[in-house]
């Protein structure tokens, strides 16, 4: 019986050429004298000719193919008996006119899993086949692909040499040293075999070998998406591929990307040196040349922003925002080398003078008629209150930075407004005691390091203003933690030379014996400076004379 009778019905056809058919096969081949590996087909004495290409053609280093090893094999046997699906073995006429049905697009298998046996699948096209009568198909399928995957995976392709060749000049120039010397042999083979080892991502590249037989490669991309198409990109560039180069890259430019993905590109244009005119566009939105000498005081022009703003939202939004980018805990920071102490010292100067003159406003030290339009139709607490959001916002960031010592010298010398804070109303005054009471709070909980000198100036010129303004503070609180506020006032009283101590911790039990609850409760701090004061003062003393 021959060949043909011991198939199965329909298992040929008869249909047009596709330009575009190919076939892929995972997990180990067969172990036939046509599927030899390389290092047993050098070692056998067989009539098979193999030819081993240099290494300056292999594939570069990339994700998806990180070792050289690019070769070609070329055999003169056939395989009368080949495999036509999982687990059952027909045989097939190993006359050369005759060649077993190709899929048109391959079928996923996972090549990751060991398996016992060889597999590979081989089914019809949905609506077209090859003719295997016809002779123009000979050499329809004259490449064989072979891809081994780092964790053991295996995927083969067989291919069209013209696509190939037209598509990929590393390929091309393979197949033609192949073509070459096989035209100087006596071997029959007519079956270019080529092996990429250590593929980390056989689907990857996969796909960028499907883009080759792709009309439209843009419309591909559209479903592939951004992040699988850098990993193509990476790829296109190391078998130079330049249809697929071009198409990834335009594509990208022309979507957005998220953070993840363009870190990856990032990433891989510090290993890949692209055409400058190919990559201009995608290089200007991951890095900025240009614009070096605007950026130099970006972070003043933002604050200056933030601090004119006069909606109320908009500001605390754009507060809130900033702060972020320029904490020193941001995920941002990169190069923040344009943000520096002297901008920010600059804004909050600027603060301080806006609030000097609305106290002068308040003391009806400015006649009225020399306000502007706009700050006459605001009312005069809610000016105050936003610049002093604005100098705690800025002393935030200073701290932040570890920049606020120098703050504590300039809101120490604030001298106009410390006696424009004894005649204002205390609608008013208590603004200022939520500055010092950010300082105090940063002093008392060790998130700000200054002087002594620089401490004691602070306390003795705002201590008694806050024990005026506690009260007003308690009930308009606007976010501040007032448990926290007396913790910390006695703690950075405590830090003072024992003789300030006693100033300071006095003129507190005098308004506290008054006022009561209106002040701070101070008195474990009290109990800690008299036991210090006193009861360890006597007993030095009596140690000493004893």
């Known amino acids: 019986m021959d060949g043909s009778a011991r198939r199965k019905p329909g298992s040929r056809r008869e249909g047009p050429v596709l330009r575009g058919s190919w076939c892929c096969s995972f997990a180990v081949p067969p172990a036939s004298p046509e599927n030899l590996s390389l290092s047993r087909a050098k070692s056998l004495p067989t009539k098979s000719e193999t030819l081993s290409k240099p290494s300056t053609n292999s594939v570069p280093n990339s994700p998806q193919s990180s070792k050289s090893g690019l070769g070609f094999v070329g055999r003169t046997r056939i395989d009368p008996r080949r495999i036509l699906s999982p687990g059952r073995v027909s045989p097939i006429d190993s006359d050369p006119t005759v060649h ?23 089914a019809p096209p949905a609506s077209s086949f090859l003719s295997s009568a016809s002779p123009e198909n000979e050499a329809v399928f004259d490449v064989r692909l072979n891809l081994r995957g780092k964790n053991g995976g295996f995927l083969v392709l067989e291919l069209n040499s013209e696509v190939l060749s037209a598509s990929s000049d590393l390929f091309g120039a393979l197949i033609e040293e192949y073509k070459r010397n096989l035209s100087g042999s006596s071997s029959g083979a ?47 560039a190391g078998i130079m591929f330049s249809n697929g180069v071009l198409s990834c890259l335009k594509y990208l430019e022309a979507v957005p990307w998220t953070e993840e993905e363009e870190e990856k590109l990032r990433i891989m244009f510090t290993k890949i040196k692209f055409n400058d005119a190919t990559t201009r566009d995608i290089l200007a939105r991951l890095y900025c040349r240009d614009l070096v000498d605007s950026q130099q005081h970006l972070a003043r022009q933002l604050v200056s922003s933030i601090t004119s703003c006069t909606d109320a939202n908009a500001r605390n939004e754009l507060k809130s925002l900033v ?30 003078g806006s609030l000097v003159r609305l106290f002068e406003e308040a003391s009806d030290t400015i ?22 959001d604005n100098i705690n916002w800025l002393l935030e960031i200073l701290l932040d930075r570890q920049m606020a010592e120098e703050f504590v010298d300039i809101w120490a010398e604030q001298g106009e407004l410390l006696k424009m804070h004894e005649n204002a109303s205390p609608m008013v005054r208590y603004e200022l005691s939520r500055v010092s009471a950010l300082l105090f709070i940063a002093m008392g909980t060790r998130k700000m390091h200054c002087r002594s000198e620089s401490r004691s100036g602070l306390l003795l010129a705002w201590f008694g203003p806050m024990l005026s303004d506690f009260g007003w503070l308690q009930r308009c609180r606007k976010g501040l933690d007032m448990k926290a506020l007396e913790e910390a006032m006695g703690q950075a009283l405590l830090t003072l030379p024992l003789k300030h101590q006693y100033v300071l911790f006095m003129e507190w039990f005098r308004c506290f014996s008054k006022h009561g609850t209106e002040c701070p409760n101070l008195s474990k701090a009290f109990q800690i400076w008299w036991r210090r004061s006193f009861l360890r003062g006597s007993e030095t003393c009596g140690i000493e004379s004893r």
Do not use: W
Not at 103 to 122: G, I, L, M, Y
Not at 323 to 352: F, P, R, T, W
Not at 368 to 387: F, T
């Open 367 to 388: 006649p009225h008629e020399r306000l502007a339009k706009k700050e006459k139709d605001r009312p005069l607490i809610e000016r105050v209150a936003r610049q002093v």
């Open 100 to 122: 077993s049905i190709q899929e048109d697009t391959p079928v996923a298998v996972d090549s990751s899993t060991p398996r016992s046996k060889s597999q590979s699948f081989r």
């Open 323 to 352: 702060k972020g980018l320029l904490c020193k805990s941001s995920v941002y920071e990169k190069d923040q080398a344009d943000l520096n102490e002297e901008d920010l010292y600059i804004a909050c100067q600027s603060c301080l």
């Open 190 to 236: 007519k079956m270019c075999r080529i092996e990429v080892p250590e593929v980390d991502n056989l689907g990857v590249f996969k796909e960028t070998i499907e883009l080759m037989f792709e009309d439209d490669i843009p419309r591909r991309l559209l479903k592939i998406g951004a992040y699988r198409c850098i990993d193509i990109l990476e790829v296109s």
